[in-house]
């Protein structure tokens, strides 16, 4: 069972990083019962939320020159 849960959550990791998609979404895709478990699970494993390890893995602004 961990197994999976692992699985899932490296699913949930690639999605948060590479795309703006709502945990939501992402709990649906990678077949977590409900997104309050994902998010769970997530702080459990990681020891931060998904929206701290989205904003974490964010690209950096590309400055602007004129």
Do not use: D, W
């Not at 849960?5 to 590479?18: G, P």
């Not at 709502?22 to 709990?27: N, R, S, V």
């Not at 649906?28 to 974490?56: D, Q």
């Amino acid at each position: 069972m961990r197994h999976l849960t692992l699985r899932r959550l490296q699913k949930a990791r690639r999605q948060l990083a590479e795309t703006s998609v709502p945990l939501q979404e992402i709990a649906r895709f990678i077949g977590c019962g409900s997104h309050v478990g994902c998010h769970l699970a997530f702080r459990k494993e990681y020891a931060m939320t998904p929206g701290e390890y989205r904003n974490r893995t964010a690209p950096a602004p590309v400055p602007v020159t004129t």
